[in-house]
C-alpha cells in the first residue's frame, strides 16, 4: 500500500516563493505517475501538475506553467513542488497522489496524501 504524507505548505505574501514535499513509502516500484492537485474552498480538486517516476517527464496545469516546477528525488522518494511567484487565487489545500497504472495526463490516481495548506495573502 502507497503511502503519502506533504509538507511544506503555510502562509506567503503575493509574490513569496515556498516548495512542497510528498513523502513516498509502501512500494515506489508500482508507481507510473506522482502528482500536485490542489482544492480552494467551495471549488472543485484541479489538477496542478504530474511527474513520471522512472524518468521525470512531466505534465502541467496551463495555469502554473512558468510558475511552478515539479521533480522527483528517486533516491529519497520524494516528489517536489517549487512554486514561485504565489499569488493569491493559489490558495488551496495541496494534495500529493500517486497512480500505478495511468499516465501523467490522467486525472485518476489511486492513491492519495492527507494535503498541505498553502494561503497567499495579498
Known amino acids: 500500500q502507497v503511502q503519502l504524507v506533504e509538507s511544506g505548505g503555510g502562509l506567503v505574501q503575493d509574490g513569496d516563493s515556498l516548495r512542497l514535499s510528498c513523502a513516498v513509502s509502501g512500494g515506489t516500484f508500482s508507481i507510473n505517475a506522482l502528482a500536485w492537485f490542489r482544492q480552494a474552498p467551495g471549488k472543485e480538486r484541479e489538477f496542478v501538475a504530474a511527474i513520471r517516476w522512472r524518468d521525470g517527464f512531466t505534465n502541467y496545469a496551463d495555469f502554473v506553467k512558468g510558475r511552478f516546477t515539479i521533480s522527483r528525488d528517486t533516491a529519497k522518494n520524494t516528489v517536489l513542488l517549487q512554486m514561485n511567484n504565489l499569488k493569491p487565487e493559489d490558495t488551496a489545500a495541496y494534495y500529493c497522489?500517486?497512480?500505478?497504472?495511468?499516465?501523467?495526463?490522467?486525472?485518476?490516481?489511486?492513491?492519495w496524501g492527507q494535503g498541505t495548506q498553502v494561503t497567499v495573502s495579498s
Open positions: 497522489a500517486a497512480e500505478p497504472r495511468r499516465s501523467v495526463y490522467s486525472n485518476e490516481y489511486r492513491f
